[in-house]
């Protein structure tokens, strides 16, 4: 059964470029038909899709982020990235990593990381 | 982008009561619609894809129904690990969205 783990730091600045990492354990992320993704989820609000990244590396983003977001895969640390600059404080976030399997669902996900967005 | 709403925000209700949570879309989008299940400083776990599919693993109170703008979660019979937070997803259009979620409480 595929494991997600988020990491990444827990403070960032406004307008620097929050970094977070997934790796993946149980299963490569080359192998199978999966679209690697990110979510995240500010306090007590709901679930907001930022965007997912294929094994080829196509991907798709929200446009509310305004271009804001980067989602990459490294196939030899088994492990996908986002990163989202020039940050405000709105980005503050639990962000979660998911995977997206041939159901269009996301059926596994990692426990989620906070990063908050201050000075 | 597609919007999805979800009725009622809240709702309060006792083991062993049939529940009911309501999702609309903002436009068709088939039955490219899917529930998930979220407890408090957890992530969130899928319920049903595909607007009535049931998850593997998942207990077969939880059904869904619905196709074009109009779905339903059911739960047939509350039980106290099933007080949480529940959302609607539609994976019809990038970018995915969510419904704003409906907190079942204890009554």
């Known amino acids: 059964q595929v494991q997600l783990q988020e990491s990444g730091p827990g403070l960032v600045k406004p307008s620097q470029t929050l970094s977070l990492t997934c790796t993946v354990s149980?299963?490569?992320?080359?192998?199978?038909?999966?679209?690697w993704s990110w979510i995240r989820q500010p306090a007590g609000k709901g679930l907001e899709w930022i965007g997912r990244i294929y094994t080829s590396g196509s991907t798709n983003y929200n446009p509310s982020l305004k271009s804001r977001g980067s989602i990459s895969i490294d196939t030899s640390k088994n492990h996908f990235s986002l990163n989202l600059t020039s940050v405000t404080a709105a980005d503050t976030a639990v962000y979660y990593c998911?995977?997206?399997?041939?159901?269009?669902?996301?059926?596994?996900w990692g426990q989620g990381t906070l990063v908050t967005v201050s000075s | 982008d597609i919007q999805m709403t979800q009725s009622p925000s809240s709702l309060s209700a006792s083991v062993g009561d049939r529940v009911t949570i309501t999702c609309r879309a903002s436009q068709s989008i088939s039955s490219y619609l899917n529930w998930y299940q979220q407890t408090p400083g957890k992530a969130p776990k899928v319920l049903i894809y595909d607007a009535s599919s049931l998850q593997s693993g998942v207990p077969s109170r939880f059904s869904g129904s619905g196709s074009g703008t109009d779905f339903t979660l059911t739960i047939s019979s509350l039980q106290p690990e099933d007080f949480a937070t529940y959302y609607c997803q539609q994976t019809y259009s990038t970018p995915w969205t969510f419904g704003q979620g409906t907190k079942v409480e204890i009554k």
């Open positions: 149980g299963g490569s992320i080359s192998s199978g038909s999966y679209y």
């Open positions: 998911a995977t997206e399997g041939g159901n269009s669902c996301l059926d596994y």
